[in-house]
């Protein structure tokens, strides 16, 4: 197996990302929480770069006791990214689409060698 040199660890914050090129195409590295995670840069739905669009959290619907609506809260604790040009939306640890759990990214592995990053591709 190949690896594919991201950054220096130091180089990259938490909230950062870098795209990679490998042989089968691109790869969005990102640095989320302390972890590193890998996935392809094709979005399932039509091949946008997916790596590429907004991070955010996960949004919430607030249901009362009495099942009213009161709104929406953002989860920081699962963190998603979406794709720039349907929006088509992925979790961050997993790279499951959050539309149709079904589908998800193809993932990588991150290793991290002293103070370098890398992709096993």
């Not at 590429?52 to 006791?65: S, T």
């Not at 809260?73 to 699962?78: A, R």
């Not at 592995?109 to 992709?119: H, I, W």
């Amino acid at each position: 197996m190949a690896e594919l040199f991201v950054a220096k660890a130091t180089q990259m914050k938490d909230g950062d990302r870098r795209i990679v090129r490998g042989e089968r195409g691109e790869i969005g590295v990102f640095h989320q929480g302390g972890a590193f995670h890998a996935y392809s840069n094709t979005c399932l739905h039509s091949g946008g770069p997916v790596c590429e669009g907004l991070l955010m959290p996960l949004v919430v619907d607030v249901i009362a006791e009495d099942k009213t609506y009161q709104g929406q809260i953002f989860n920081e604790d699962e963190m998603h990214f979406v794709c720039p040009w349907h929006g088509w939306e992925y979790d961050m640890k997993t790279g499951v689409c959050i539309g149709d759990r079904k589908q998800k990214l193809r993932k990588y592995e991150v290793v991290q060698r002293g103070d370098d990053v890398f992709v096993i591709v």
